[in-house]
């Protein structure tokens, strides 16, 4: 069946809308945080498609993704909403730069990948994404936080953002995807991964001797990686907890970007210092 999206209003608990994402099953969403205007939903068979939450009728994507051959089981966007990653159970992520999604440019849409075997655009090379786009202006009332979330019974991370200053300008014309990374280390399903977020305290690692802004990934395989975005490289040693040997379902980092925390399957979380990593 296909899967249903849902937008609501976490202020006021109010469903904005509802659409039919024609994916058949849903497995993960997020909303771009810098203008709170580009919504990716991610399906079990690799595809992430693009909504624009400005057009007053959603009915189609604006644009359409094939990042993994099988289950994507997490997605993302960095802070600025400079970066957007996959994450899926063939055991590797991806990174994508983004452009456009914050503020309108006359590029045509174009979802490139460096690596076609590893991501294609869903439409084939001459026609990368559905550009039938109307001119925004439905949510442009709605205040505060959005949350997304999809229902018929999917798991669906779930996002929060504001609308941003980008109403009147055609998000078809404006997004753009780059494939920078192909992350492989771990050696069963990736669960969950989380960007370093956006602040001083990120700026001050950028500038350490540590340096870069970091990526965090969680597996089945019982670890947390931790990944330099400069370079694509994973950071040694491998995190996993100490006396134990179960998967990890999710990870995230501290506001201060020197500590990360993993969500194990027994219930336990385990937190652990940037000061172990080399």
């Known amino acids: 069946s296909s899967g249903e999206i849902a937008l609501w209003n976490l202020k006021t608990g109010d469903n904005l809308w509802r659409l039919s994402s024609g994916q058949r099953r849903i497995t993960a969403l997020a909303i771009e945080p810098s203008a709170g205007r580009l919504l990716a939903s991610a399906s079990s068979h690799g595809e992430v498609l693009f909504w624009d939450l400005?057009?007053?009728f959603i009915k189609e994507p604006i644009a359409a993704l094939a990042a993994h051959v099988h289950?994507?089981?997490c997605i993302a966007f960095s802070g600025d909403g400079g970066l957007f990653l996959t994450a899926s159970s063939d055991k590797?992520?991806?990174?994508?730069?983004?452009?456009?999604?914050?503020?309108?440019?006359?590029?045509?849409?174009?979802?490139?990948?460096?690596?076609?075997?590893h991501a294609t655009a869903v439409h084939g090379p001459e026609s990368t994404a559905r550009t039938q786009v109307q001119t925004p202006a439905a949510l442009s009332a709605a205040t505060s936080g959005l949350s997304a979330a999809s229902s018929d019974g999917h798991d669906g991370g779930v996002g929060a953002a504001g609308v941003g200053d980008t109403r009147g300008a055609d998000m078809s014309a404006m997004l753009?995807?780059?494939a920078l990374h192909r992350l492989v280390g771990h050696e069963e399903v990736v669960t969950s991964a989380a960007f370093m977020p956006v602040g001083p305290a990120a700026q001050d690692r950028s500038s350490s001797s540590a340096g870069g802004v970091l990526l965090a990934s969680s597996s089945l395989d019982g670890s947390v990686?931790?990944?330099?975005l400069a370079t694509g490289e994973p950071l040694l040693p491998v995190l996993r907890p100490m006396g134990r040997s179960g998967s990890i379902a999710c990870v995230a980092w501290a506001p201060d970007c020197q500590h990360v925390a993993g969500g194990c399957d027994d219930g336990s979380v385990r937190v652990w210092s940037l000061k172990e990593i080399n």
């Open 225 to 228: 990686r931790l990944w330099n």
């Open 176 to 178: 753009r995807l780059r």
């Open 71 to 73: 289950a994507i089981t």
């Open 92 to 117: 590797t992520l991806r990174v994508w730069s983004v452009h456009g999604a914050a503020k309108a440019t006359s590029a045509p849409v174009s979802l490139n990948a460096t690596e076609q075997a």
């Open 54 to 56: 400005e057009q007053p």
